[in-house]
Structure formats: structure tokens, C-alpha cells
């Protein structure tokens, strides 16, 4: 019996996740090291030539992603056999689901030992607000919702997007996630140049982030996680990040959100969830829900490839 597409999908996913579960992220040159350097020389140059408004950043957002893409799709049609290896590599460099963890664990130890400088530092590498002078309850807030919003954009957006387009899909959803953080501000410098980043990220995220909303209501608490949803998501700014954040601060029963100061700026946030203030064991459950929706989903699309071999059995 011949192995379906289906099937196919489902073990490149399986090696994909395993590699990240193993590897981490690469400790030298990682490819987005390499494509942030590529995306700013692209950003100078296309300013130089066509400025800084909507239809520069259009172009700039195309000459950065696309060659890439296109340079892919080549890539997996050299042999029969080439898109299993392209395939699960650009899936491995996509996902970072196992540094997420590694991040938030080293903001956790610390914290939960009381060492608050510690734990104020290694928060501060992976959010934008100020964190000099947060208390154990801000980092512990901080660092949950980092992980709820990055299990959208570095775990679940790969995922979805992978079983949509294979290897170039998963690279066009990191890339263009990677651009929105560049380009993606709402500053004097990319207000008009990087509105097309963000509103392809946003485009590239409306799906995956419903269904990373969706995944945390399911295996957290179901009914807090989707009143949450429903009644605080459309109070944020970002369509995406307001349905994942406040469903997962719900299926944690934990109060997130609130004021948060960026840049100097304080910035009052509405609220997420509902329940006690968080604290390191909120960071650490935060990182189980992200793994716990990983294999959610690899047993579901297992369960699909399986169905899809067995009926293509039975008809033939």
C-alpha cells in the first residue's frame, strides 16, 4: 500500500518537532541571524531608492521573503527525495519551542528562589517592556505572557503553516514574524515603511492564532479560557495576540496584563485572565501548555494520516 500525503506530512512533522526537542536552536549560525543582517541590508537599500512609505516596505517586505521561498521550492523539486530533507529542516529552523522553554526556565529558576536581579535580566531578553524595576509578580507576568504569545509565533504558526505548504510555508511564517518584530513598530521610522510587515503578520496569524487559542481553552481551564477570549481579546490592539494571550491566561486561571511600561512610556494594558497573580510555577505551567498542545497536535494529525492510509486501503 502506497504511504498517503497524509501520512508523509505527519512523520516530517514528527522528525521536525523531535529535531527541535533534541537540538534547540542552533548556537551558531542560525539562519535568522543571517536573514536579520539580510532583511537590514534590504531595508537601507530600498530606502535609498523608493523611500520610507507603504509601497517601499511592500517592496522591501517581497525582495527580503520571496527569493527565499522561491530559492525553497527549487530546493525540494531537485530529486524525488530532497523535499524530506528540506522539508524537516526548514520545519526544525522554524519551530522554537524547546528555547522558549530554555527561556522562560531561566527566568523561572531564579524567581522562584528569590533572586529577583537574576530573574529582571534574563525577562528583559526576551520582552520589550522595561524590567529594571519589576517585582516578582511583574517578571513572573512578563514572562507568562511572553510564553503564551511566542508559543503562537515560534511553536503553533510554524505548525499550521507547515501543514499548509510544507517546508516554504514554515519559512514564510518565520520570516515574516521575524520582520513584524523589525519593521513592525509603530514608530516615526516604520510607521508608513513597516506597515505591510505587520499587516502580513497579521494576515499569516489569523488563523494559527485562533487555533493556539483554541488548543490552550482545551487543555487548560476550558470555560474560563474561552469567557476570557471572548470578553477580553477585542479590548488589545493586536487581533492576534489578544485571542491567544487572553485564552491562555485563562486556561492558566491566572491575571496577566495590566500596566507595563515600554521605552520610558507606561502603558496601561487591558487585563488578561482571571485568577491569583502569577508567579514562577504560572512561567513554568505556561511552557507545559505550549508542549502539552505539540503533541495535542501531532496526535491529531497522526489520527488524520492514519484514517486517510486506511480508507485509501480499503478502496483499493
Known sequence: MPITPALVLTCKLAAGVLADRLLGEPRRLHPLVGFGRWAAAVESAVRRIAGDG??????????????????????RALTPWAHWVVDIALLYFALGARSLAEHAEAIAAPLATGELAQARERVGWIVSRDTASLDATG???????????????????????FVVAGGAGALLFRLANTLDASWGYRTPRYLRFGWAAARIDDLLNLVPARLTALTYAVLGRT??????????????????AGPVMAAGAGALGVALGGPAVYHGKLEQRPPLGTGAAPDAATIRAAVALVRHGVLLWLGLALLFALAVQVHGGLQA
Do not use: H, K, Y
Not at 139 to 161: I, K, P, R, Y
Not at 230 to 236: D, E, L
Open 54 to 75: 507603504r509601497l517601499a516596505g511592500v517592496l522591501a517586505w517581497s525582495v527580503a521573503v520571496l527569493p527565499w521561498v522561491g530559492l525553497v521550492l527549487v530546493l
Open 139 to 161: 517578571v513572573a507576568a512578563a514572562g507568562t505572557e511572553s510564553v503564551l504569545e511566542n508559543g503562537n509565533d515560534a511553536v503553533f504558526g510554524a505548525l499550521f503553516w
Open 223 to 240: 470555560r474560563s479560557a474561552l469567557a476570557c477570549w471572548r470578553r477580553q481579546a477585542p479590548a488589545w490592539d493586536s487581533p492576534n
